[in-house]
């Protein structure tokens, strides 16, 4: 498994932006896809945006597309959430994940937080009105 640590979460006003980070450590971290979901009090976590191991291929949750950006820098072993033009029903604990199943498998499998092995610990994000 591979170790995650997620940074840049925040109280911003609805409208405005904030760029998640997620470090990983302790494995080749270019071996891994990866995934950021989000969890609100009393609901279930939800996926947000998936990233393929080269950065070539993304997809995203359809509540965020257009909004929110997945990157990758595996120089620096971090994955990346831009998130703008945000909304109040963006306030969650952001938390970003790993697996080393082949990219084939789609959006579908990506989407679905059992599919992943590796998890961080997680970042508040707090969107006000």
């Known amino acids: 498994q591979v170790?995650?640590?997620e940074s840049g979460g925040g109280l911003v006003?609805?409208?405005?932006?904030?760029?998640?980070s997620c470090a990983a450590s302790g494995r080749t971290f270019s071996n891994y896809n990866m995934g950021w979901f989000r969890q609100a009090p009393g609901n279930e976590r939800e996926f947000v945006a998936a990233i393929k191991w080269s950065g070539s291929s993304t997809f995203y949750a359809d509540s965020v597309k257009g909004r929110f950006t997945v990157s990758r820098d595996n120089a620096k072993n971090?994955?990346?959430?831009?998130?703008?033009?945000?909304?109040?029903?963006?306030?969650?604990v952001y938390c970003c994940a790993a697996t080393a199943d082949p990219w084939y498998r789609g959006p579908s499998y990506y989407s679905e937080w059992r599919n992943y092995d590796s998890w961080g610990q997680g970042t508040q994000v707090t969107v006000s009105s």
Request: aromatic share 4%.
């Open 3 to 5: 170790r995650l640590v």
């Open 13 to 20: 006003q609805a409208g405005g932006s904030l760029r998640l």
């Open 78 to 92: 971090t994955v990346y959430l831009q998130m703008n033009s945000l909304k109040v029903e963006d306030t969650a």
